[in-house]
């Protein structure tokens, strides 16, 4: 379907910019593209209602890939043909990703593609605002390491992000004196039976950490299995490189707390920049809902464009490209730049513990902004051991 239920937020003229918005408001990935969707739109009315971007408005084109890989194809193609938008903010899954990239590269039009991923990849079509695994498996390995031990039990949704991800962490821990004592993939969806299953064989694992790369709606599905048959978060707890405050929300609150997530953002820093993003975030959506992760990278990304767009004046994704590279822009979770060799962002890793009320307390982060390194060329076990408050 390729009607969304959220509506554009100015009025198609002649004198718009007009920008592609896929993300999915259902189906499995629609916990994680809601967001992404969301902070899209903060971002898009900030920007119009101070004016637009040399005095023109922002039209944001949204189409509804509902979570299938066919309608990610499907519609970007139509937003490339029949839309003729040079640009598009949209997809989550690194599955998603690869159908619409060779469309991205043959049109020869930017994709900023907000979500963290498993990295080895780049396209000069593509601006990578999520973190690298870099950024996030090599700290959040460290932290687990330091704090509760070697032995990881593996759980995650079966596509590639996950297994990527597995692979990659395999090889740290072999090289670190770890181990993978256990290893499950679930497919996206499946039922509640399966996650009590798999909570049950990483509780009798002997593992010190349950390493989790579910996503999405399968994510709550995971935390409350775990609860259920009796896992301890304080003797074994999730570390997660997916779960967001976006996620906590939905599960149980008995099942939300003691748990470690390793991210570059959350809603709890005390930034000037941040602040801001959740009271604009807030005023269109309520104060009950949360900013997070997916929300973050897809706000600040619609001002990565809109800077470049300003200084360049032209709409030509070869131009933008040359603006963008190199640019550094102060995010809600802090000061992000673009990597000119890779374009991908040097972003602040950090980790935090899950609280009963769906928040996080930040209990490390780096002291410095990592270079991305999306090809993983050395593991780099130089990650500072500092905590704060």
Same mark, same amino acid.
């Given at each position: 379907m390729e009607e969304s239920q959220e509506q554009s937020i100015s009025e198609a003229t002649? #004198?718009?910019?007009?920008? *592609?918005?896929?993300?999915?408001?259902?189906?499995?990935?629609?916990?994680? +593209?809601?967001g992404h969707l969301k902070g899209t739109l903060v971002a898009i009315d900030e920007i119009n209602s101070g004016g637009g971007i040399n005095g023109r408005k922002i039209e944001p084109i949204i189409v509804e890939p509902a979570s299938d890989l066919r309608l990610y194809k499907e519609l970007a193609t139509k937003l490339l043909v029949k839309d003729r938008v040079s640009v598009i903010f949209g997809c989550c899954s690194s599955a998603s990703r690869k159908v619409v990239l060779p469309l991205v590269e043959r049109f020869?039009?930017?994709?900023?593609?907000?979500?963290?991923? +498993?990295g080895f990849e780049y396209s000069p079509n593509i601006i990578y605002t999520g973190a690298t695994p870099n950024q996030t498996v090599l700290p959040l390995a460290e932290y687990l390491f330091n704090t509760h031990g070697r032995r990881f039990f593996l759980v995650g949704s079966d596509y590639i992000y996950p297994r990527e991800i597995n692979r990659i962490l395999k090889e740290f821990l072999t090289e670190s004196g *770890?181990?993978?004592?256990?290893?499950?993939?679930?497919?996206?969806?499946?039922?509640?039976?399966?996650f009590q299953a798999a909570a049950s064989q990483a509780k009798n694992s002997g593992a010190d950490v349950i390493l989790s790369t579910i996503v999405g709606s399968d994510t709550p599905k995971l935390y409350e299995a775990c609860s259920k048959v *009796?896992?301890?978060?304080?003797?074994?707890?999730?570390?997660?490189?997916? &779960?967001? +405050?976006?996620?906590?929300?939905?599960?149980?609150?008995?099942?939300?707390? #003691?748990?470690?997530?390793g991210a570059s953002y959350f809603q709890s820093l005390d930034t000037d920049? $941040? $602040?801001?993003?959740?009271?604009?975030?807030?005023?269109?959506y309520g104060a009950v809902e949360k900013t997070c992760i997916y929300s973050e990278t897809a706000y600040f990304q619609v001002h990565l464009f809109?800077?470049?767009?300003r200084m360049t004046e032209n709409d030509s994704p070869e131009i933008l490209l040359k603006s963008l590279s190199g640019m550094r822009? &102060?995010?809600?979770q802090g000061d992000v730049t673009v990597d000119a060799d890779n374009n991908h962002l040097f972003v602040t890793p950090r980790i935090a513990i899950s609280n009963t009320d769906g928040s996080f307390n930040v209990v490390w982060e780096s002291d410095f902004s990592v270079k991305p390194d999306p090809y993983l060329i050395a593991y780099d076990r130089t990650i500072p051991r500092s905590t704060v408050g």
């Open positions: 002649g #004198g718009s910019i007009p920008v *592609g918005v896929l993300f999915s408001q259902s189906g499995p990935m629609a916990l994680t +593209e809601s020869g039009v930017l994709l900023f593609y907000p979500s963290f991923y +498993e *770890g181990s993978a004592v256990g290893e499950v993939y679930l497919t996206l969806g499946i039922d509640t039976g399966s *009796g896992i301890d978060p304080a003797i074994q707890p999730i570390a997660s490189l997916t &779960t967001s +405050e976006c996620e906590l929300a939905e599960i149980h609150s008995e099942a939300r707390a #003691g748990h470690i997530t920049t $941040n $602040n801001r993003f959740k009271a604009l975030y807030a005023a269109r809109a800077k470049a767009l822009h &102060t995010a809600p």
